[in-house]
């Protein structure tokens, strides 16, 4: 299934950039930095100085990101990306190499709202020979500068203590450049 997914991707890459005439190809490289957030345990609770606890998700690690690729109009992009994300409680970075998929329509004059996914690997660093498939879904609104705010929802397929694999919700900022 993974094999047919990626020669799907493929498929459509090489479609995109062949229907372009040389002088019309358009590349674009993408940067994100983004804070993985983890529920909050003690919410609602008051602690010894009488501070209550009153949010619902605490920054729990960092994630930078980089990718090029080949887009159309802007409105839909495949790249391949790379990134590194550090997970703070799990004490565990990853680095995930995945083709990335992006469909962006306008939706105002001046902004446009975006869904991503992402498929391949991820090797955990540090912790001997981890190795897992990789998916995430991101969610954002960008401007017309490519400036962008999301949150994404990553799977790493990495096990971890009693979970089946290592997984985050991250919000963060995003620059698109074409």
Known sequence: MKKILALVLFFVA?????????EERQHYSQFDIA???KGNSTY??????GVRSDYWFLPDGLS?????????????ALGIH???????TDKLVIVPVFANLRVCPKIGKESRVYLQAGFGKSFGIGRGSLIGG??????GIENDEGLSLFIQISNFGIPLKNLDSAASLSIGLSLFTF
């Open 82 to 88: 790379t990134e590194i994300d550090w997970l703070g």
């Open 134 to 139: 990789f998916r995430k879904i991101s969610l």
């Open 44 to 49: 609602g609770e008051i602690d010894s100085n």
């Open 64 to 76: 930078v990101k980089y990718g090029i690729g080949i887009h159309h109009e802007k409105w839909v």
């Open 14 to 22: 090489f479609s995109m950039y062949a229907q372009q005439e040389p």
């Open 35 to 37: 804070t993985s957030l």
